[in-house]
């Protein structure tokens, strides 16, 4: 199966509520192969397609679910309300109230966010463009509009400030409107831009960081390129898994 490099599960967040359980893949326990191996989960970086399949079956075997739906990333600020796998569009967050399909963020440097409220869950998939664009805090509003209460992020793997350098240009984007996540002129700075991001958003923040470029069990797209992509995903608790 699909190894976890970090696991665990938000207790229920309102009276009566289930529990949502998370998970970050890395790059064992699957069957890719090449700059691929073992775990990656995404259909577009070149991988043979039988094997993301079985890589993605894994997955959703794992998590326990009817079905999986995956980030389409468009590094853009577009969040997508789904109720299936089926006919995901182009976005990078999902958020879902189902019970029976589990959200995954996919990625290889960007960082990912796993966020619960009561009732519902969301992924996001964010890198610096999504920063400048407002991922983080439209994910959070969409969550708001589908539930009330208290939320809760898992910050998963991205890349860490020092092994990020950037352009001016970029740093001067990304400053313009999250000074937090830029250290210096020369560098962004994913985690703290997040962290600052949601918790001005009055989320609680669960910190499960990894450097991708510096970990040999994540992807990183700067360090290997061509390579695969890990992800992190979020369910909730069935009623046939006893919540």
């Known amino acids: 199966?699909?190894?976890?490099?970090?696991?665990?599960?938000?207790?229920?967040?309102?009276?009566?509520?289930?529990?949502?359980?998370?998970?970050?893949?890395?790059?064992?326990?699957?069957?890719?192969?090449?700059?691929?191996?073992?775990?990656?989960?995404?259909?577009?970086?070149?991988?043979?397609?039988?094997?993301?399949?079985?890589?993605?079956?894994r997955v959703r075997e794992r998590a326990g679910v009817g079905d999986v739906a995956y980030v389409r990333a468009g590094h853009g600020a577009d969040v997508a309300w789904v109720d299936s796998a089926q006919g995901v569009p182009v976005a990078d967050a999902l958020v879902t109230?189902?019970?029976?399909?589990?959200?995954?963020?996919?990625?290889?440097?960007?960082?990912?966010?796993?966020?619960?409220?009561?009732?519902?869950?969301?992924?996001?998939?964010?890198?610096?463009?999504g920063l400048e664009a407002g991922i983080v805090p439209a994910a959070i509003?969409?969550?708001?509009?589908?539930?009330?209460?208290?939320?809760?992020?898992?910050?998963?793997?991205?890349?860490c400030a020092d092994c990020f350098p950037v352009g001016p240009e970029c740093a001067a984007a990304v400053k313009s409107?999250?000074?937090?996540?830029?250290?210096?002129?020369?560098?962004?700075?994913?985690?703290?831009?997040?962290?600052?991001?949601?918790?001005?958003?009055?989320?609680?923040?669960h910190d499960h960081w990894m450097c991708t470029y510096e970990s040999p069990h994540l992807f990183s797209h700067r360090r290997d390129e061509p390579t695969g992509r890990h992800g992190l995903l979020v369910w909730q608790e069935s009623a046939r898994m006893g919540s």
Do not use: K, Q
């Open 141 to 159: 509003s969409a969550m708001r509009t589908r539930t009330s209460g208290p939320i809760v992020a898992i910050l998963g793997p991205g890349i």
């Open 97 to 129: 109230d189902s019970t029976d399909l589990a959200l995954v963020a996919l990625g290889a440097d960007c960082a990912l966010i796993g966020l619960a409220g009561p009732g519902v869950v969301g992924v996001v998939h964010c890198g610096w463009r």
């Open 1 to 57: 199966m699909i190894l976890p490099l970090a696991s665990g599960t938000i207790p229920p967040l309102a009276p009566g509520g289930r529990p949502v359980n998370w998970a970050v893949t890395g790059r064992m326990g699957g069957v890719s192969s090449g700059p691929f191996a073992e775990g990656n989960l995404a259909d577009h970086v070149g991988d043979d397609p039988a094997s993301v399949t079985v890589n993605r079956e």
């Open 177 to 205: 409107v999250c000074g937090a996540a830029v250290p210096d002129p020369s560098h962004v700075d994913l985690r703290a831009g997040v962290t600052h991001l949601l918790l001005a958003d009055g989320v609680e923040v």
